[in-house]
C-alpha cells in the first residue's frame, strides 16, 4: 500500500497536478514522458482489482475538482464575459478529461470491461454535466437567446453560437467518447452502435427554452 500511495503521489506530481494548473490558468506544462511514466503506473498497478478501483476514484477526484473550480471561476460572470469564460473552460475541461482518459485507458481494458461499468469518457462529461453545465444552464440560455435573437450577428458571435450548441449537442450522446481531434484540442463523438433513440434531454431544455 505504501508503494501505491508514493506512485499515486508522482502520478499527481508529473501530471495531474499540471493539468489542473492548466485548468485554473490555461498554462500548458506538458510533457509526454511524465504521462507515459504515469501510465506505466497505472498499468503496474491495474491489474489488481482493489488498486483499479483506487485508480479509478483518483481519476473521477481529478475530474471532480476541476469542474468544481471552473464552475466557481464563472459562476459570477454575466453577458459576453460569462459567454466567453464558459467557452474557455469547456475547452480546458475537455483536454484535461482527454489527457486523463488517454493516461488511465488501461484501466477501460483490463478493470471497467469487466465491471460493466460507465467508461472513463462517460464518467467525465457525467460530471461536467453535474459540477459545470448544469449549475450554469440557469445563466447560460438567457444570453444565448439573445445572442442568437440579435440582429446583424458578426462571425464572432456566430461561431459562439455555433461552439455553444455543438456543446449542447454532444451533452446528449447516449455513449460519449473523447478523441484527439488536432494538437492540443479534442472532440466527443457518439461511440455507441446501439439503435437506441436519444431522448436528446440537453437539445429538448434549450429548444423549451428558446420556444
Not at 100 to 118: A, D, E, N
Request: aromatic residues 14%.
Amino acid at each position: 500500500m505504501e508503494d501505491f500511495q508514493k506512485s499515486k503521489d508522482e502520478i499527481k506530481t508529473k501530471m495531474t497536478d499540471k493539468l489542473l494548473n492548466y485548468v485554473r490558468d490555461g498554462t500548458i506544462q506538458y510533457n509526454s514522458q511524465d504521462f507515459m511514466k504515469c501510465y506505466s503506473i497505472i498499468q503496474n498497478f491495474g491489474n489488481s482489482d482493489n488498486y483499479a478501483k483506487e485508480l479509478l476514484n483518483f481519476h473521477n477526484e481529478v475530474i471532480e475538482q476541476a469542474t468544481n473550480e471552473s464552475y466557481e471561476k464563472i459562476k459570477d460572470l454575466s453577458g459576453d464575459e460569462f459567454i466567453d469564460a464558459f467557452i474557455t473552460y469547456t475547452d480546458r475541461l475537455n483536454f484535461i478529461i482527454l489527457k486523463m482518459s488517454h493516461t488511465f485507458s488501461f484501466l477501460s481494458f483490463y478493470y471497467i470491461k469487466f465491471t460493466k461499468s460507465k467508461d472513463l469518457g462517460e464518467i467525465s462529461l457525467d460530471l461536467y454535466k453535474k459540477n459545470f453545465f448544469d449549475k450554469l444552464q440557469d445563466k447560460l440560455f438567457p444570453i444565448l437567446k439573445e445572442l442568437t435573437n440579435k440582429e446583424g450577428k458578426d462571425e464572432n458571435i456566430e461561431n459562439k453560437i455555433k461552439t455553444i450548441m455543438k456543446i449542447i449537442d454532444y451533452l446528449d450522446f447516449i455513449k460519449p467518447k473523447i478523441i484527439n481531434k488536432v494538437k492540443n484540442s479534442s472532440e466527443w463523438i457518439e461511440d455507441s452502435k446501439e439503435e437506441v433513440e436519444n431522448p436528446k434531454v440537453y437539445q429538448k431544455k434549450w429548444n423549451d427554452f428558446k420556444a
